[in-house]
Antibody, heavy 120, light 107 residues
Framework: QVQLQGSGPGLVRPSETLSLTCTVSGYAMSTYYWSWIRQSPGKGLEWIGHVYYTGTTTYNPSLKSRINISVDTSKSQFSLKLASVTAADTALYYC??????????????WGQGILVTVSS | EIVMTQSPATLSLSPGERATLSCRASQSVNRNVAWYQHKPGQAPRLLIFGASTRAPGVPSRFSGSGSGTDFTLTISSLESEDFAVYYCQQHDLGPPWTFGLGTKVEF
């Protein structure tokens, strides 16, 4: 059974960098894409970006200038860094596994979500 | 970017009743729509992909239909554990893949 567990600080100050890590257990990271998805208060789900196990990344154009997603398969982890955060980045952040080939993907396993609040 | 519009926002039903949830895409997504169930404090759960294929372990009371721009998730007879928020997602044209705002099924 695939399990994803996100971790990271719940409070980030405006203009700083949000850093989250997702640890994958129960399945090897190889041959899959791994995504970050967020849900802002009162809003729907927003796909942030994904990383292939090789390290190849694709980002949502709306956030592309501020995002970095990386993978460390030796630790079964992938990570999100979001720079220059504002209150608009306050959200529940989910990590998830893609099913598909990076083109027609949906998400078959999700972590429980990390609530990140941006506030001074 | 494809916009996914779900209706209604809230569906008030009782156990045993039939739930019909709608999702409309701003352009054709063929049959590439997934549905998720989300309960507070839990990870979202994949129910349906490819418009009508149930994910492993999903009960048969959940069914999906549609193609092109109009899609439906049907729960044939609601059980207590089915009260949750349901999201649709297009997985035809991406990235970015896009989700609807959700339908809350409440008792």
């Amino acid at each position: 059974q695939v399990q994803l567990q996100g971790s990271g600080p719940g409070l980030v100050r405006p203009s700083e960098t949000l850093s989250l890590t997702c640890t994958v257990s129960g399945y090897a990271m190889s041959t899959y894409y791994w995504s970050w998805i967020r849900q802002s208060p009162g809003k729907g789900l927003e796909w942030i970006g994904h990383v292939y196990y090789t390290g190849t990344t694709t980002y949502n154009p709306s956030l592309k200038s501020r995002i970095n997603i990386s993978v460390d398969t030796s630790k079964s982890q992938f990570s999100l860094k979001l720079a220059s955060v504002t209150a608009a980045d306050t959200a529940l952040y989910y990590c998830a596994r893609n099913r598909g080939s990076g083109v027609r993907d949906y998400f078959d396993y999700w972590g429980q979500g990390i609530l990140v609040t941006v506030s001074s | 970017e494809i916009v996914m519009t779900q209706s209604p926002a809230t569906l008030s039903l009782s156990p045993g009743e039939r739930a019909t949830l709608s999702c409309r895409a701003s352009q054709s997504v063929n049959r590439n729509v997934a549905w998720y169930q989300h309960k507070p404090g839990q990870a979202p759960r994949l129910l349906i992909f490819g418009a009508s294929t149930r994910a492993p372990g999903v009960p048969s009371r959940f069914s999906g239909s549609g193609s092109g721009t109009d899609f439906t998730l049907t729960i044939s007879s609601l059980e207590s554990e089915d009260f949750a928020v349901y999201y649709c997602q297009q997985h035809d044209l991406g990235p970015p893949w896009t989700f609807g705002l959700g339908t809350k099924v409440e008792f």
